[in-house]
């Protein structure tokens, strides 16, 4: 059964760094899109950073300069890089990801639970 699970979440000052993992496990055939979705109370989640196929990379606008998606396809990881935190990226981080399961099955989206990120000022 595949699994996203997240790590590295926690508090830090403004200004501050985090470092978010997030690792699948099962078995899977390969990884499509990978990518960090935020989400705040009252609010949709939001796409923060998407790494897809041809190793395309998007940041939303808020983050860029700031926040660094990296994978390493060997442990079936992502990353998620964050600098110089301001208060309102305080939220819920969760990773999403394309995977295909099987070679001629259909890919499918996961997600992960989530982590709480606080960035106080």
């Known amino acids: 059964q595949v699994q996203l699970v997240e790590s590295g979440g926690g508090l830090v000052q403004a200004g501050g760094s985090l470092r978010l993992s997030c690792a699948v496990s099962?078995?899977?055939?390969?990884?499509?899109?990978m990518a960090w979705y935020r989400q705040t109370p009252g609010n949709q989640r939001e796409m923060v950073a998407t790494w897809s196929l041809g190793d395309k990379i998007n940041y939303l606008d808020s983050v860029k300069g700031r926040f660094s998606i990296s994978r390493d396809n060997a442990l079936n990881t992502m990353y998620l890089e964050m600098n110089s935190l301001r208060p309102d990226d305080t939220a819920v981080y969760h990773c999403n990801a394309e995977i295909l399961e099987h070679e001629l099955g259909d890919p499918e989206t996961y997600w992960g639970q989530g982590v709480q990120v606080t960035v106080s000022s």
């Open positions: 099962g078995g899977i055939f390969s990884i499509n899109t």
